[in-house]
């Protein structure tokens, strides 16, 4: 059990899930360790916050739920990308880019 | 964004209705979840229970997740609302004795504040029951004595004509005239109106049809009967339209009755009946000399005539301001003259809520004492409110531990808060439902209360569940549960855990929720010695009214109106009835003596008043020295019991063209006579009305100072004339009889005599001194009584409110008094423990209450009659009233904690 080396800035835990569903449906376990392992062990999702985010995604219409099987065959609840959750999705990584940019021009000016 | 908010809402229900399937499969979810994490746990070597628990450990508070789930789930406010009405009505059904107190105090607090709000709303604002009552005006000229709505017909038609901003209607009235079906017969108002006056109005009928142009144009002879009017005419007879009636001896068809809700456009709008204003010249014309009054059919038809004897009304569907100038210009250029050096002008009237200034308009008199009624009513709301909060704080504290409890398990504050007030709201809305329905039984006995003569203003006052009522409901009753359930609900929730968590946490807490329940104590205290001393002022006022002696006799007295017009007598006039009727009368067994004057003190008849010239009399600048002039006959004095305090009464001598004698009042001999002897004086009095020209008149008498209009009214000068000496043309004058016995006992045999000396003639209203009086303390006595009635709801109130404080503190400081007790303290040591709460909870309350009490007696100063505004005995009565209530409050706790047993005491936590 690894302590997060990083804090989450504001928001942007939403995006982090949008972007782990991009690629194909997961259930909420996975998602957790997709982007945990993607960062490089860097980030880790509070526990407590991960659910919670996704039912509210969920009620924004951004990302649906239904059961299905795992691989090992277990009965799970997987979350996959809508279609305005795509869309969203897209805006908040040029919304992140810009930001990174932004906030990376100002460190850098000595 | 609407779509949006939609599919938000309908997740949220889905959600809501689904919540169990939900929330099984959430925690199935997080099983999952927890399962896959130990898993991972026990591929790096962790034994299984271990890991099981450091997964759930690293997962964190399931129950909490799951509320911030319900949270994202957006379920939780709808959810919970559906608990906390369960849980209230469940709370309510468990403690049905505190929840009746609170409905009770509620419904009696909204119920006398819905009555008087109702009342001043259907008085003050109840827009016209027209079709938009908004865009109704009336042009009304303005003239340097003021505004009037009179028009002559050339002016009428010049307006209409040019007026196309809007659509306006002529209309007229006239009063007395004489309407008969078969042997029934009355004198009503009767309107004259054009072909266009009631769609303008917006009035349909009920049964029939309205009067059109086409009736106006042809000089119809058909008539519009009021709902009431058509029930009073045809008893019971539905089938009224096309129907015969007499009016002024003309056969005129009904062709249609307006609703029961049709009152007119004037204020208070008694609307009767409506003939077309083209149909005038049926009615035949009347004897000369007869303007007086306004009578329309006096010299034919008025619209020949430059007479102003026309009102308009009018319809602007838009624009108000640009209606008002075009109609401004065309007056100014066809109509205005220039009186005194003032242009006329004309201005439109807002007349949604009838037309305004009229004759019988009483709102001006009103609006004073309802909005001091209204203001006083809400006090002893705020007072029922507080009432209500330190019950509600007392209750709180009971429990504390159980609030205590909950926060500790992770109640958030908002949410334990919200359900401590919701927890009110059953009861709440069972009080404002409550306060409707009182305030519905109130009216109706209100309205039952007034005397017959304001039958027609009690059809204005009826009770109905409008709009703007039910709003005001909901809004004070929602009000009210705000008011009186947020400060405890804040402030039980405000509690540190530790100590109220503790088993005897008293010591620690008592005082701060102590103050905030005596803070309302100490206002409640201050409204009530501000409602109890105003009670006491207007109660003396009441009696100050009532004993005013009038100067004239008030018991078996018999009064009698009586009238020509519409009558076979008409043409005469009363004049040459007054000396037969006067003397037939006086043969009615049992009847002392009878007499007939234009004028009677509180009953009325003609109101005259004369221009004078008094020689050595020095008008102040703008003054033009006038007095009321009433004319009678010899021995109407001794009759009416009015004083003659010098010089003497009429006699035989005064008759025909000699110099006519009169006999003046003191207020006329002080005014014009500096007080000194007026007997044998000569002055110039403007007769030329009654008697054709100005003559010199002669003082013969001094009679007392009599009060004509209300028991209230400074004494004016009033100068009495004989009958005989002013031959001039009188519509009418009443008939004042003296009786040996309740007078009403001869009312009958007295109007059967009147019309065996005059057959035919309009006799009616008889009335007795004693109901006039009544009838004039009417509204002084209203006041009194509904500010007594306050201020007896306050004093209660307080009582509760003080014992509800004592006897909380007393609970509170069981073991501290047991410990005195214990070592020794005496009954009266503690007794005085006690009451010393209350002596400082009401010393502090009258001081706040005297202060406001000057100001609130100094804002009412015109309410009051011989009482002075500043005299500080009603509010020294005040605070000793209130002393004996709060002695009385606090007496029963304070015996029982003299009677605590310290053994007890000690042990009790």
Redesign the interface.
């Given at each position: 059990?690894s302590k997060p080396r990083l804090d989450l800035p504001q928001g942007t835990l939403d995006l982090l899930i949008l972007k782990a569903l991009s690629l194909e449906a997961q259930?909420?376990?996975a998602v957790?360790q997709r982007i945990h392992q993607i960062s490089g062990e860097a980030l880790t999702i509070p526990?407590?916050?991960?659910?919670?985010?996704?039912?509210?995604l969920?009620?924004?219409?951004w990302i649906k739920a239904k059961?299905g099987v795992t691989t090992e065959n277990?009965?799970?609840?997987f979350y996959e990308l809508t279609a305005r959750g795509r869309t969203q999705l897209a805006a908040e990584q040029t919304a992140w880019g810009q930001l990174v940019a932004a906030v990376g021009l100002v460190l850098r000016t000595e | 964004m609407f779509r949006?908010f939609l599919?938000?809402l309908a997740?949220?229900l889905r959600a809501l209705v689904s919540r169990n399937s939900a929330e099984r499969?959430?925690a199935?979810?997080?099983q999952?979840?927890v399962d896959?994490?130990a898993e991972r746990?026990i591929t790096e070597g962790m034994k299984r229970e271990e890991a099981q628990r450091?997964a759930r450990v690293?997962?964190?508070?399931v129950e909490?997740?799951k509320e911030?789930?319900r949270?994202?789930?957006?379920t939780r406010s709808l959810d919970q609302l559906r608990r906390d009405v369960t849980y209230a009505l469940r709370l309510t059904r468990k403690q049905p004795g505190f929840s009746t107190i609170v409905a009770l105090s509620l419904a009696l607090g909204l119920g006398a504040t819905l009555t008087v709000f109702n009342l001043t709303y259907n008085v003050l604002y109840a827009p016209l029951a027209l079709p938009h009552p908004e865009q109704l005006v009336v042009p009304m000229r303005i003239t340097k004595p003021g505004r009037d709505r009179m028009f002559s017909w050339a002016e009428v038609q010049s307006l209409r004509t040019a007026s196309r901003a809007g659509v306006f209607a002529a209309s007229r009235g006239a009063s007395s005239v004489a309407v008969s079906v078969g042997e029934r017969r009355e004198f009503i108002n009767l309107h004259f109106v054009d072909g266009d006056y009631f769609s303008v109005v917006g009035a349909r009928a009920l049964r029939g049809r309205v009067i059109s142009p086409h009736d106006d144009a042809a000089s119809a002879p058909v008539v519009v009967l009021s709902y009431a009017f058509a029930e009073q005419l045809f008893p019971g007879d539905s089938a009224v339209v096309g129907r015969i009636v007499s009016i002024r001896g003309a056969p005129f068809s009904v062709i249609g009755v307006t609703p029961k809700s049709y009152r007119g456009v004037e204020y208070p709008g008694w609307f009767t009946a409506a003939i077309p204003i083209g149909s005038v010249s049926l009615l035949g014309t009347q004897g000369a000399g007869s303007d007086n009054g306004g009578i329309p059919y006096g010299r034919g038809d008025d619209r020949l005539t430059d007479l102003r004897a026309f009102n308009l009304i009018g319809r602007v569907t838009d624009n108000p301001d640009a209606a008002r100038s075009a109609l401004a210009s065309t007056f100014a250029q066809c109509c205005a003259r220039t009186l005194d050096g003032e242009r006329e002008g004309l201005d439109l009237v807002d007349s949604r809520r009838g037309v305004p200034g009229g004759k019988n308009d009483f709102r001006n008199q009103v609006r004073f004492p309802l909005a001091m009624i209204l203001t006083g009513m809400v006090l002893v709301l705020v007072v029922v409110c507080c009432n209500i909060a330190s019950l509600l704080l007392v209750r709180a504290s009971a429990r504390q531990r159980e609030i205590a409890v909950r926060l500790s398990l992770g109640a958030s504050r908002g949410r334990l808060g919200w359900q401590l007030i919701a927890e009110n709201m059953p009861a709440a809305m069972i009080g404002g439902v409550g306060g409707l329905l009182l305030a519905a039984w109130c009216t109706g006995g209100f309205v039952r209360s007034l005397p017959s003569d304001w039958g027609q203003i009690g059809g204005l006052l009826n009770f109905t569940y409008n709009p703007v009522l039910l709003a005001v409901t909901a809004g004070l009753t929602l009000a009210c549960t705000l008011a009186f359930s947020v400060y405890p609900a804040l402030r039980a929730t405000r509690q540190p855990l530790a100590s109220a968590l503790r088993l005897d946490g008293h010591a620690s807490r008592s005082r701060g929720q102590g103050m905030t329940a005596r803070g309302v104590v100490i206002a409640q205290i201050a409204v009530t010695v501000v409602l109890v001393t105003t009670a006491g002022l207007l109660s003396a006022t009441l009696l100050n009214v009532a004993r005013v002696d009038g100067g004239f006799a008030s018991d078996q007295v018999l009064l009698v109106g009586i009238g020509t017009r519409s009558t076979t007598y008409e043409r005469q006039g009363i004049l040459p009835l007054v000396e037969p009727i006067s003397r037939r009368v006086e043969q009615v067994p049992g009847v002392r003596s009878a007499t007939m004057a234009t004028l009677l003190p509180l009953y009325g008849g003609n109101t005259f008043f004369i221009d004078v010239e008094i020689p050595g009399y020095v008008a102040a600048k703008d003054e033009s020295p006038v007095t009321r002039l009433i004319a009678t006959r010899p021995g109407y004095f001794a009759t009416s019991g009015t004083p003659i305090r010098l010089g003497r009464d009429f006699d035989a001598t005064d008759v025909g063209a000699a110099q006519p004698a009169v006999i003046v009042n003191a207020a006329f001999v002080r005014r014009y006579f500096s007080d000194r002897d007026p007997l044998g004086r000569t002055f110039r009095a403007e007769l030329s009305g009654v008697r054709g020209e100005p003559t010199f008149v002669r003082v013969v008498g001094v009679a007392g100072d009599v009060t004509y209009q209300s028991l209230k009214e400074r004494p004016e000068p009033v100068l009495y004339i004989s009958f005989a000496q002013v031959p001039g043309h009188w519509r009418d004058a009443p008939l004042l009889v003296r009786t040996n016995g309740p007078p009403l006992r001869f009312a009958q045999t007295v109007l059967k005599a009147i019309q065996s000396a005059a057959p035919g003639i309009d006799a009616r209203r008889a009335s007795d001194m004693q109901t006039q009086r009544d009838v004039a303390t009417t509204p002084d006595r209203l006041i009194a009584s509904l500010a007594v009635f306050m201020s007896v709801m306050a004093l209660l109130l307080s009582a509760v409110g003080l014992y509800g404080v004592v006897a909380y503190s007393v609970s509170r400081r069981t073991s501290e008094i047991g410990i005195r007790l214990a070592l020794g303290a005496g009954t009266r040591a503690v007794l005085w423990l006690v009451s010393r709460e209350t002596v400082w909870l009401v010393g502090v309350g009258v001081i706040i209450g005297s202060v406001l009490s000057v100001g609130a007696s100094k804002a009412m100063r015109s309410q009051f009659f011989g009482v002075d505004a500043h005299d500080p005995t009603m509010t020294i009565g005040a605070i000793v009233l209130l002393a004996a209530v709060g002695i009385m409050a606090s007496s029963l706790p304070a015996l029982r904690a003299t009677r605590i047993d310290p053994k007890i005491a000690l042990n009790a936590d």
């Open positions: 059990m259930h909420g376990w957790s526990q407590g916050s991960l659910y919670p985010a996704l039912y509210r969920e009620r924004q219409g059961w277990r009965r799970a609840r | 949006d599919a938000d997740y949220r499969s959430m199935e979810e997080m999952f979840h896959r994490a746990l450091a690293a997962f964190g508070g909490q997740m911030a789930a949270d994202a789930w957006g």
